[in-house]
């Protein structure tokens, strides 16, 4: 993991301006977690370890690959980001499922035994996500959520409901001529639900100038 000051000109100004006794900027913690595999919601690969690792974050960086090289082995044995990102969501999608299922059987337990009356306003919520994740398939953050929804939303730590980025690691040669045959696909797989942003960087070019 890595801890990374968030550079901002007005944070700057103030520290310009006031000179404070101790100056401390927003920092972003980044976690490394290794690559979520086909059927990682079912225990396959890390599973359901890497899915409770990143219930815990803020926001997901997803780091998929757009560059050909036959001594980088991909676990799928072949390069296609598209299919990764399908992989990536049909896994995320699965395990806020499961979640919500048992959330969902357990208040309709709840309410069927007449335990607590109260409890009708949050199964109603939680059948309404529920809904929204099987029925549509879609990820939490695209859908419009009232007040009351975002607080029950908030109790679950839901995986699809959390902010995303794209990453995608290209050539040193396509960055460098800016111009990759995936990055279009990616941005319009991306565009088509929730217009987040897509990153192109090349981490044999970072290396390369590091070294």
């Known amino acids: 993991s890595s801890r990374v000051a968030v550079p901002d000109a007005r944070f700057d100004w103030l520290v310009e301006h006031f000179k404070p006794a101790s100056v401390v900027p927003a920092f972003l913690n980044v976690t490394d977690i290794a690559g979520l ?108 959520w009232s007040p009351l929804e975002i607080e029950v939303l908030n109790t679950m730590q839901l995986l699809t409901a959390k902010t995303a980025v794209y990453l995608v690691n290209i050539s040193k040669e396509d960055f460098l001529r800016q111009k990759n045959k995936w990055l279009p696909k990616v941005k319009a797989w991306v565009d088509e639900r929730t217009s987040e942003p897509v990153i192109p960087f090349s981490a044999a070019f970072e290396a390369a100038i590091f070294d």
């Open 37 to 144: 595999v086909r059927g990682a919601a079912e225990g396959e690969g890390l599973g359901n370890a890497f899915l409770s690792h990143i219930q815990a974050v803020d926001g997901i960086i997803h780091l998929v690959r757009g560059f050909d090289d036959p001594d980088v082995v991909h676990v799928e044995n072949s390069v296609d980001p598209i299919r990764d990102l399908e992989i990536i969501h049909g896994e995320l999608l699965a395990k806020d499922i499961a979640y919500v299922n048992t959330r969902f059987a357990q208040l309709e337990n709840v309410i069927a035994k007449g335990i607590d009356k109260s409890k009708k306003a949050e199964f109603e919520i939680v059948t309404k996500i529920r809904d929204f994740l099987v029925n549509e398939g879609k990820e939490i953050r695209m859908g419009t």
